[in-house]
């Protein structure tokens, strides 16, 4: 193999070598995003359902305060 041809392929595959490490890091950011994203719905899920417990109890309040009107 002439030296040229050698030197090409080195070239070749370190940029090969280099896009899969580019590509591990995305993937790998992709998958931290997510499981953030992920715990940030369930934080507001969590804030959701204690409003509406909230909620519920205060209409109950209303409701009681009105039947005794």
């Known amino acids: 193999m002439d030296k040229n041809m050698g030197e090409q392929l080195n070239k070749a595959y370190e940029?090969?070598?280099q896009a899969?490490?580019?590509r591990?890091?995305?993937v790998k950011e992709?998958?931290?995003k997510t499981e953030n994203y992920m715990q940030q719905i369930?934080?507001?899920q969590e804030k959701?359902?204690?409003q509406n417990s909230i909620i519920a109890k205060l209409k109950s309040q209303l409701a009681?305060?009105?039947a005794n009107r």
Do not use: P, S, T
């Open 20 to 22: 899969c490490m580019d």
């Open 42 to 44: 369930r934080e507001q």
């Open 15 to 17: 940029a090969y070598r």
């Open 48 to 50: 959701i359902e204690l």
């Open 30 to 32: 992709l998958q931290q």
């Open 24 to 26: 591990d890091h995305a």
């Open 64 to 66: 009681a305060l009105n």
